[in-house]
């Protein structure tokens, strides 16, 4: 049974092995995973059917980049973190000004410390 107090974070990620560690590693700091989705659509009807307290997006999925879930993030006011090997690229840089970055391959001290920061987590990780 869950905790009033769990957080319901959705995780886009498309590498499966990315995905499956993140998840591990969310769900031992006693978050609640929605997804993890592979797909911009599916990310997106996830957001429109499902309450979230925050998320973790890649922003790159198999060539489709997924401004679109993150824009429907921002405007439901849930906090994002993006994970990408890709967010250093200029032209990719200014759409994501402001926004945390995880650069990949993703580290669990740096996600911590960003889920600190952004997220409303206390010290659960």
Request: proline content about 6%; overall charge negative; aromatic content about 6%.
């Amino acid at each position: 049974m869950l905790q009033k107090d769990t957080q319901r974070i959705l995780l886009l990620e498309d590498d499966l092995l990315l995905a499956m560690d993140m998840e591990d590693y969310l769900i031992d700091k006693g978050f609640t995973i929605v997804g993890p989705f592979g797909r911009v659509a599916d990310a997106v009807d996830a957001i429109g059917r499902t309450e979230l307290d925050c998320a973790i997006v890649d922003l790159n999925l198999h060539g489709e980049l997924s401004f679109p879930v993150i824009e429907l993030l921002q405007q439901h006011s849930i906090p994002v973190i993006v994970c990408s090997g890709y967010a250093e690229l200029p032209e990719l840089k200014a759409r994501l000004a402001g926004l945390p970055l995880l650069p990949k391959p993703w580290d669990a001290k740096i996600l911590s410390r960003l889920m600190q920061e952004h997220f409303s987590v206390n010290n659960r990780v």
